[in-house]
């Protein structure tokens, strides 16, 4: 027994010597995990216009009332255009004076940053399995960030494991994200900034501006054999 304890402790020591106490660099870590929205339809804009607008109208609220003017980008793109034009709805709906001139009025102006990572990201994914017990009983297992649980039951399992899922974007995590800003702002200063994150669907990145190159042609080599004399 003594042995065993002396082993253990001894293995202890060692495998906290593995651990480097001092680095020259930080020791990269994850985040905690995090949910991040996929825009899939142009539904999905009116909701981050109307998100956007929320978040603009909490913060000109404590400054006293002025018309705002929506400067939209030159030659925007479909996402852009789109956007301009709901969050101009989203504040007429909610009782701002829309200006369609400058002067006199609080800029409000839009900036989409567009970006691409690698094509083979980490791909996590939310876990919900179906298992089946005896007698016929199914059990649905459920871990998410980290949390799990286990549901028993004999009806509906099929459809209690796609309404857990379904919360989630199928397919694999898009290497297309943008980041839209929204300032408003006079010659002075800025009264309020809204930004956020979305993943966007890797194939619809020409509605976010974003042209990727035609692929290179192969290039065809041709061998000529020549007989005779030159």
């Not at 870590?29 to 142009?42: D, G, R, V, Y």
């Not at 199928?170 to 980041?179: F, L, M, S, V, Y």
């Amino acid at each position: 027994m003594a042995l065993k304890t002396a082993m253990a402790l001894a293995a202890g020591m060692l495998l906290a010597g593995c651990a480097a106490r001092y680095t020259p660099t930080p020791i990269p870590a994850n985040f905690a995990a995090t949910k991040q929205a996929k825009l899939q339809a142009a539904q999905h804009w009116g909701v981050i216009a109307d998100n956007i607008e929320k978040q603009l109208a909490a913060e000109l609220r404590k400054s006293p009332p002025r018309p705002v003017y929506l400067s939209e980008p030159k030659d925007p793109n479909p996402f852009q255009r789109a956007l301009a034009a709901q969050l101009t709805t989203s504040l007429v709906n909610d009782g701002y004076v829309v200006s369609r001139s400058p002067a006199g009025s609080l800029r409000v102006e839009l900036d989409v940053q567009t970006l691409t990572f690698a094509a083979d990201r980490p791909q996590y994914r939310y876990y919900g399995e179906k298992t089946a017990l005896a007698g016929g009983v199914l059990a649905l297992s459920v871990i998410d960030a980290g949390v799990g649980f286990n549901a028993v039951t004999g009806v509906g399992t099929v459809d209690a494991h796609q309404w857990l899922n379904s919360q989630f974007a199928p397919g694999e995590t898009p290497k297309t994200e943008i980041i839209v800003t929204v300032s408003v702002s006079d010659q002075y200063r800025y009264l309020a900034r809204a930004t956020s994150a979305y993943y966007v669907a890797d194939t619809d990145r020409v509605l976010y501006g974003i042209v990727d190159p035609k692929p290179e042609e192969p290039k065809i080599t041709r061998t000529f054999q020549v007989r005779g004399d030159i």
